[in-house]
């Protein structure tokens, strides 16, 4: 078998599947990489501990990418080991209709889980791994034990058919990402309340002619003040009426741009801005700024939760996805109970038999958002490229090993006893 040392990872990201349309990353960068796409504008950051990739990247020389980001000394990541991490700025866009014009078609009443706003249903919104090729006669003994693991404490709502010939495993990205942050602005859009406030603008026209028929007199002073009080009354409720029309307010135009910190780029917490976390308590969804999305993760696996949520066109998202189960090191899958060694299954001079997928979808139309590539390279070329002759990857025809999947999951239960996730958990 190979040593992990002989391999490098390269990574790329698009708005689809098309290769040819996939920018490389610059990995542990601090800058997020921008990517638009007709389904939205997504910010991307992708972290690796002990990252080991092209000694030249091709946009920018002879400077390799770190080796590690501060992203991973930073709570939570610290405490949980994490390996990697993959943060995401999602700002969705409205489909276009039949006229060409956002929204025109009713896809709108379709996708939202809140008829009050327009955008994708918490259901359908989904977040996970795909293969073109299949992987049935390359899966490792012991396979079904891991992906039980997987579906049992890393990500409930999993589903897929890791056998078939496109092989896929998609969860919504409501319960499958770590941390989501809401951006909606400063002052959520609330109808009711606008419908209170034309009342009360109204009432106050009322009273002031009574009581100017009954001959009260009131000071300058007062007049001024009631003036005010009713201009800003009637400007707060146009500024809603406006929101509602255009999908967010005027005054919090800047609200979905991404927050970056200098030191490891795209960096939120559970919960939202004021907008966004009245918007989580109006509908039950837990997490307000408490850097812990476990919660929020439960929540959603439930069907009338996701029901609820909305990720409403035009405004701003965070979502980071982070786990310590994928050692770039050693090149080894750790799960409790169960360790792959990669390298003995996959390693392959053709570098597209051997990368990890990671899809953001629309799971009734197919609509991608964003695509990121893991590659796994085996090259002595410092761009990361492969080598132009054929070499011998090591590949080994393994002898037959029995696996005793139910002595695996007994000591998986073992070490995560302490999860507080069921089947019952998820609908």
């Known amino acids: 078998m190979p040593s992990p040392e002989e391999y490098r990872i390269l990574v790329s990201a698009g708005t689809d599947y098309d290769p040819a349309t996939h920018v490389p990353m610059r990995v542990n960068s601090a800058t997020p990489l921008h990517l638009q796409g007709p ?40 405490t949980n080991d994490d390996t990697y991490g993959i943060g995401v700025w999602f700002v969705p866009r409205a489909p276009a209709g039949k006229d060409g014009e956002d929204g025109e078609d009713g896809e709108d009443g379709e996708d939202s889980g809140d008829s009050s706003v327009a955008g994708i249903s918490g259901t ?8 073109d090729e299949p992987l049935r006669d390359r899966l490792p003994p012991g396979f079904g034990a891991a992906l039980r693991i997987v579906k049992w404490w890393i990500d409930p709502g999993l589903e897929g058919d890791p056998y078939a010939d496109k092989p896929y495993l998609y969860g919504p990205a409501l319960s499958s990402f770590n941390q989501v942050y809401a951006a909606l602005g400063d002052v959520p859009f609330d109808e009711d309340d606008a419908d209170e406030r034309s009342e009360e603008v109204e009432d106050d026209g009322e009273e002031e002619k009574k009581s100017t028929h009954s001959g009260e007199n009131k000071s300058e002073r007062s ?12 400007n707060k409720s146009e500024r809603r009426v406006d929101q509602k029309e255009n999908g967010r307010s005027k005054d919090t135009k800047d609200h979905t741009q991404p927050p970056v910190d200098a030191d490891c780029g795209l960096w939120f917490g559970e919960g939202g801005d004021a907008g966004g976390r009245a918007w989580r308590a109006s509908i039950g969804a837990p997490g307000d700024d408490t850097g812990d999305g476990k919660a929020r993760m439960k929540w959603a696996l439930g069907a009338d939760a996701k029901a609820q949520w909305t990720w409403q066109y035009g405004q701003g998202y965070g979502l980071d996805f982070y786990n310590g189960y994928l050692d770039f090191a050693d090149l080894t899958l750790r799960l409790p109970g169960f360790h792959l060694p990669l390298l003995r299954y996959y390693a392959s001079d053709k570098a597209e038999k051997t990368c990890l997928r990671y899809v953001l979808r629309h799971r009734g139309t197919g609509q991608v958002y964003l695509v990121v590539v893991f590659r796994l390279v085996r090259s002595t070329n410092k761009d990361g490229s492969e080598d132009g002759e054929e070499t011998d990857t090591g590949d080994v025809e393994e002898e037959p090993v029995d696996v005793d999947e139910d002595k695996i999951i007994d000591e998986a239960r073992r070490k995560l006893s302490a999860q507080d996730i069921s089947a019952d958990d998820v609908d």
Do not use: C, I, M
């Open 39 to 78: 389904g939205g504008d997504v910010w991307l950051n992708v972290r690796v501990k002990n990252y080991r990739g092209p000694e030249r990247h091709p946009e920018v020389g002879e400077v390799p990418d770190p080796a590690t980001s501060p992203y991973f000394e930073k709570e939570p990541h610290k």
């Open 124 to 131: 359908d919104l989904q977040w996970g791994n795909d293969f």
């Open 223 to 234: 007049e001024d003040k009631n003036k005010s009080e009713r201009s800003e009354d009637k």
